[in-house]
C-alpha cells in the first residue's frame, strides 16, 4: 500500500475548492505509479504522480514556472507554479549514475521559465540502453498539502494533454 495515497476517482472526485489542470512536461503513454517497479515512486515517497514511458526527446515547462531544482546530472528538475505547487520529473532509476550523458539542459536554477519552453533534453535511446528503468516520474512533491490527483492513464503529447488535475 502506498503511504500518501492521494488519488481520487474522476466519477466521485472529493469535495474541493479548486481544480488545477497540469499540462504534461512530456510526451508518451502515462500509467499510475502503482504499476511502478520502483518501489521508491511506488509508495510516493516523492508524492503522488504517474509514470510516464517517454515518446520524443524533450521535456516542456508545463506552466510558468520557477526551476527550484536541476540536478547536476540532470536527470530532475523540480518547479514551482505560481499556486505554490511542487512538481518533480525524475528520469527513472540509475540514470544518475550516467552524469549528463544523454540529458542537456536548457534552463538553470532559480530560472523563471514559460509554459511549453523547453527544459532538458534527452537521449531515450541512450536512455533505454544505459538503465533498466527509463520511465519519466512526474510527481507533486508536496501531494500531502492537496485534497487529491485525478489521473487518468493514457497518451499524451507533452503541454497539450493533462497529465493530471490537482485537487485543492
Known sequence: MSLFN????NQAPVQHKHKIDIL??????IHCLDSANNLIFKQRLFGEGVMVNPIGFQILAPFDAIVLEISETAHRVRLKDRHGLILQI???WGAQNLNGNGFKRKVNRGQKVKQ???????DSRKLKLAIDDSAFYITLLNSDKVKGLVVSPRRVTACEDHVFSVLI
Do not use: N
Not at 504534461?24 to 503513454?29: E, L, Q, R, T, V
Open 6 to 9: 492521494r488519488l481520487v476517482d
Open 24 to 29: 504534461s512536461p512530456i510526451s508518451g503513454s
Open 90 to 92: 525524475h528520469c527513472g
Open 116 to 122: 511549453g519552453q523547453p527544459i532538458l533534453d534527452f
